[in-house]
């Protein structure tokens, strides 16, 4: 079984819980109507805001996409909030893609320099998934660029 990312395992967040709770001030919402205007669940707001849970890297960018903020300022790693839409947003996948060929790496090597399994790459592609908030993290810092950028939602490399 392959190990976590080194320091990285977000499943709980006070940081994330304490910028949601601003965040739905802010837009002078209650919890379901930010949920709804997010395009997530209301259980998920419920229990980021309640138990710091931090939901999956999907609603993730359904709640960056909204508010329009790098995740990472979501989850408080950054104090950068700028924030700026690919203009032709592209997939995980095809991001991967063009940095492993600039790289001129193989998804097999690539694998391995990692914590994730040799054949991860290859289930994500297959099952059209992307990986973990930690696998993203140890992927954007391996080839030096935001999560963003590796998740197709900004043009900005960092």
């Known amino acids: 079984m392959p190990k976590r990312p080194e320091g990285t395992e977000y ?6 819980q304490k910028f949601l709770k601003e965040a739905i001030d802010e837009q002078e919402m209650k919890k379901v109507q930010f949920a709804e205007a997010a395009g997530v669940s209301t259980s998920v ?15 993730l960018i359904k709640l960056a996409d909204y508010l329009q903020v790098p995740i990472m300022y979501m989850l408080g790693e950054t104090d950068d909030a700028s924030f700026s839409p690919a203009r032709e947003p592209s ?11 600039e790289n001129g790496e193989k998804y097999s090597a690539l694998s391995h320099t990692m914590s994730f399994a040799p054949n991860a790459v290859y289930e994500w592609i297959r099952t059209n998934s992307i990986p973990s908030l930690d696998y993203l993290i140890e992927l954007a810092n391996h080839f ?15």
């Open 45 to 59: 707001i419920i229990r980021a805001t309640l138990y710091q849970i931090v939901p999956s890297v999907k609603t």
């Open 91 to 101: 997939t995980f996948f095809e991001r991967l893609e063009r940095l492993t060929e």
């Open 144 to 158: 030096d660029v935001s999560i963003d950028y590796l998740l197709g939602r900004t043009d900005d490399r960092h």
């Open 11 to 16: 499943t709980t967040s006070a940081k994330f």
